[in-house]
């Protein structure tokens, strides 16, 4: 599986939301699940299987696939929980999952 963070230059939030999104992996014992960063304008629906993104673009996102928009791309609580989400949409075994 593969996540991918967007911001409109693909460089500040998208690449500091792509250290939070390792980070939860990192905190949901989940290995395996590749991570990168990009503009908006480069990617591609084939880029990845899940988009996250801020709520500011992701309308503009929407026509890559599976987006995910977040309210604050510093709330870990919110991200762990969307990234929990998105890995169990797509099949991904998460340790402790209730």
Same mark, same amino acid.
């Given at each position: $599986?593969? &996540? /991918? %963070? /967007?911001?409109?230059?693909? =460089?500040?939030?998208?690449?500091?939301?792509?250290?939070? &999104? +390792?980070?939860?992996?990192?905190?949901? #014992? /989940?290995? #395996?699940?590749? %991570? *990168?960063? $990009?503009? =908006?304008?480069?990617?591609? @629906?084939?880029?990845? *299987?899940?988009?996250?993104? #801020?709520?500011? &673009?992701? *309308?503009?996102?929407? +026509? =890559?696939?599976? !987006?995910?928009?977040?309210?604050?791309?510093?709330?870990?609580?919110?991200?762990?929980?969307? !990234?929990?989400?998105?890995? +169990?949409?797509? #099949? !991904?075994? !998460? @340790?402790?999952?209730?």
């Amino acid at each position: $599986m593969k &996540i /991918v %963070t /967007v911001c409109s230059t693909g =460089l500040g939030s998208s690449f500091m939301t792509q250290l939070n &999104i +390792e980070k939860a992996l990192k905190q949901l #014992g /989940v290995s #395996g699940v590749e %991570t *990168d960063h $990009m503009d =908006l304008g480069s990617a591609t @629906p084939n880029d990845a *299987d899940v988009f996250f993104c #801020g709520r500011d &673009i992701a *309308d503009a996102a929407s +026509e =890559l696939g599976d !987006v995910v928009s977040l309210n604050s791309l510093i709330d870990m609580n919110e991200i762990t929980d969307k !990234v929990k989400a998105a890995l +169990e949409r797509h #099949g !991904v075994a !998460v @340790p402790g999952k209730d």
